[in-house]
């Protein structure tokens, strides 16, 4: 990655995260009841359930513990699936629809059931905005109102132009909705808190561990490249990493870069000027920009994904100008950290989950709703393998159909997102 001399190459998160011990590599075989692959969210969350459920469990992890996706997110912790309900209730019925919205509520409350059992410091700060860029998406907010009112999650509020500029310091946006039980964190160190606990749980993780190949049958056998481990289960998460290891999962998701850039320390009353009650912000695009304030009062910028996986060669001046574009007095700040990293996304931007064969899980994809929901799906994973399928099953129920293209793919996708960026920037 070229960065300018005045930018940090390491990612914000990791300038600022806790001391977490190195763990080994995989060095020899082992046996295990179950193996998961990814020390993300997703793996972890599963680890750690299983663990104290008394499983003998081993993470392998291609790099370090938050590589992924988990460690260098936004920090937004969301509610619900990307597309909403709708999408949902039409493959799997209302009943079934509000079971998983329900699932994704649980997902919120994990996090904050995990931070208080694990005494995880990670910033956690609750309220989240919804801004509009265009004034005739005020319908589209109060129907977003209705249907979580409907589903008893009723902590939310439209709020008017004149409204929302008394919370954020921009005029470029025409309202929004805001949620009180949504919000954000510190991502990795939230992470590597989980990993903390289920290392005191009795897991053992191995970092640098990158698996090459998995044997299927009644036991399971992922091979690193100097070691090996075979356990009665196999846990993938892995998510935009998943890569080719496993074939028949290949083509189901797609990765999407991401990029987020971290402004110089701003002091609390110029942070609090742009955000006041230190909300986290997103707006309403399809290809979203999103923002919020750390703890030590710096502006985190997100957005602008790139479906080809080129990162620009100077990702802080790249990002610079949309930063700008909703806070032009900010001209005068440095930008002290600028990355990227990959997420995952469906065609239809429903999290895919699901088995192979009969002692195998998955899932990924979670399509910019994974600060939530990756722990929640781990945990559902951990369940499967203690005999309680039932709500994993239907999460299964829901079809994707796979990005066409094969090899093409990228650049197919890439040339639809050109209309999703001209779409968005029609008034």
């Known amino acids: 990655m070229i960065m300018p001399a005045s930018i940090d190459a390491k990612s914000y998160y990791q300038a600022s995260a806790h001391p977490f011990p190195p763990q080994p590599s995989l060095k020899g ?78 997902a919120k409350k994990l996090i904050t059931d995990r931070i208080d059992k694990y005494k995880i410091d990670c910033d956690l700060q609750w309220g989240y905005l919804h ?26 509020q439209v709020l008017s132009k004149s409204q929302l500029e008394e919370r954020l310091g921009t005029r470029i946006y025409h309202g929004a909705l805001r949620e009180g039980g949504a919000g ?135 990002m610079r100008p949309r930063m700008l574009s909703v806070f032009p007095d900010l001209k005068d700040v440095k930008i002290d950290h600028a990355w990227g990293g990959y997420i995952a996304i469906t065609s239809n931007r429903i999290p895919d989950c699901g088995r192979l064969g009969t002692n195998i899980y998955y899932a990924h994809g979670y399509s910019g709703q994974g600060v939530a929901l990756a722990g929640m799906y781990g945990k559902l994973m951990a369940e499967c393998v203690k005999g309680q399928s039932e709500r994993f099953d239907l999460l299964t129920r829901v079809r994707h159909l796979p990005f066409p293209g094969g090899p093409i793919r990228t650049p197919l996708l890439v040339a639809a997102m050109l209309f999703y960026r001209i779409r968005d920037a029609l008034k």
């Open 29 to 106: 075989d082992l046996t295990a009841d179950v193996c998961v692959i990814g020390a993300g969210f997703t793996g972890l969350s599963a680890a750690l359930e299983l663990a104290e459920a008394g499983y003998k469990v081993v993470v392998l992890e291609a790099r370090e513990v938050g590589y992924g996706a988990s460690g260098r997110n936004g920090g937004q912790i969301c509610t619900g699936f990307s597309p909403g309900q709708q999408r949902i209730e039409a493959q799997l019925g209302k009943e079934d629809a509000v079971k998983c919205f329900a699932i994704a509520e649980e």
């Open 184 to 318: 954000h964190f510190h991502p990795l160190n939230y992470c590597l808190g989980l990993a903390r606990a289920a290392i005191a749980a009795g897991v053992r993780i191995f970092e640098n561990s990158a698996v090459l190949d998995v044997d299927q049958g009644p036991m399971v056998t992922a091979r690193t490249a100097q070691g090996s481990v075979r356990a009665k289960f196999l846990i993938i998460g892995c998510n935009a990493y998943i890569g080719r290891l496993m074939p028949e999962l290949y083509g189901r998701i797609m990765p999407v870069t991401s990029y987020i850039i971290a402004t110089e320390p701003l002091g609390e009353n110029r942070a609090r000027s742009l955000i006041r009650n230190n909300d986290a912000v997103a707006n309403t695009n399809f290809i979203v920009d999103y923002f919020r304030v750390t703890q030590d009062t710096r502006l985190l910028f997100g957005g602008r994904a790139s479906y080809s996986t080129l990162e620009p060669p100077n990702l802080g001046a790249y």
């Open 131 to 156: 801004a509009i860029p265009k004034p005739s998406q005020f319908d589209d907010l109060r129907e977003w109102k209705d249907e979580w009112d409907a589903l008893g999650y009723t902590d939310t």
